[in-house]
């Protein structure tokens, strides 16, 4: 029985949702075709249902994609820096524009695919916050330990600070033409501080 290099499995799946992602971009979720995804790819239809069962288990996998580049990206800013509380803010808003950017580059293109998979969106979308609740609870950790912020829920007050940003986000990946990176940064980048004062430590010059 011969065996797949899994590297090439990896390139291969690659592959495929970089495919389906162009014609999701192109043609939208609901006028896509197995069939055309293969060709896309420069592949058969036999093998592409060798990776993935149905369009729906593709566009899954095509969305579990973007969720953990998200959390790949926010993590690897959290080990560039030393302010924790910087830190935070930072990832903030680099949250929200990660997904602006994501959502411009397919405008209102795949809208069926989120009405058609809403339930797994969700779901692969909470799993995701997880880790970055997660993510955000350790870096509080660190300002807490440094007396930077007040006694508080580290775990909580990461949960409340997603809750509040998450009204920044696109509601799927599609967004207006009329948005604007630059005040969604700024609106983004004054939330987050306005968030994170209410938790700094604010002792003054005699430890009041």
């Given at each position: 029985?011969?065996?797949?290099?899994?590297?090439?499995?990896?390139?291969?799946?690659?592959?495929?949702l970089?495919?389906?992602?162009?014609?999701?971009?192109?043609?939208?979720?609901?006028?896509?075709?197995?069939?055309?995804?293969?060709?896309?790819a420069g592949?058969?239809?036999?093998?592409?249902?060798?990776?993935?069962?149905?369009?729906?288990?593709?566009?899954?996998?095509?969305?579990?994609?973007y969720?953990?580049?998200r959390?790949?990206?926010l993590?690897?800013?959290?080990?560039?820096a030393?302010?924790?509380?910087n830190?935070?803010?930072?990832?903030?808003v680099?949250?929200?524009l990660?997904?602006?950017?994501?959502?411009?580059?397919?405008?209102?293109?795949?809208?069926?695919?989120f009405?058609?998979?809403?339930?797994?969106?969700l779901?692969?979308?909470?799993?995701?916050?997880?880790?970055?609740?997660g993510?955000?609870?350790?870096?509080l950790?660190?300002?807490?330990?440094?007396?930077?912020?007040i006694?508080?829920?580290?775990?909580?007050?990461a949960?409340?600070?997603?809750?509040?940003t998450?009204?920044?986000?696109p509601?799927?990946?599609?967004?207006t033409?009329?948005?604007c990176?630059?005040?969604l940064e700024?609106?983004?980048?004054?939330?987050?501080?306005?968030?994170?004062?209410?938790?700094?430590?604010?002792?003054?010059d005699?430890g009041?």
């Open positions: 029985m011969t065996t797949v290099n899994p590297s090439l499995k990896f390139e291969l799946r690659t592959a495929i970089d495919a389906a992602g162009r014609r999701f971009k192109r043609f939208g979720y609901r006028k896509t075709t197995m069939e055309e995804i293969a060709a896309e592949l058969s239809r036999g093998t592409l249902y060798l990776y993935y069962s149905s369009k729906d288990d593709l566009a899954r996998c095509w969305i579990s994609r969720f953990q580049k959390i790949i990206f993590s690897s800013l959290a080990e560039e030393t302010d924790p509380m830190l935070i803010s930072e990832l903030l680099q949250r929200v990660f997904a602006f950017d994501a959502a411009a580059e397919y405008s209102d293109s795949i809208d069926d695919l009405a058609a998979l809403r339930p797994d969106i779901r692969l979308r909470n799993e995701i916050e997880e880790k970055e609740v993510l955000l609870s350790s870096l950790d660190s300002a807490l330990a440094s007396q930077a912020i006694q508080t829920d580290t775990l909580t007050a949960r409340l600070l997603l809750i509040a998450n009204g920044l986000l509601t799927n990946f599609a967004i033409r009329t948005s990176r630059h005040d700024s609106t983004a980048r004054n939330l987050a501080q306005l968030l994170l004062a209410g938790l700094v430590n604010q002792k003054d005699r009041n």
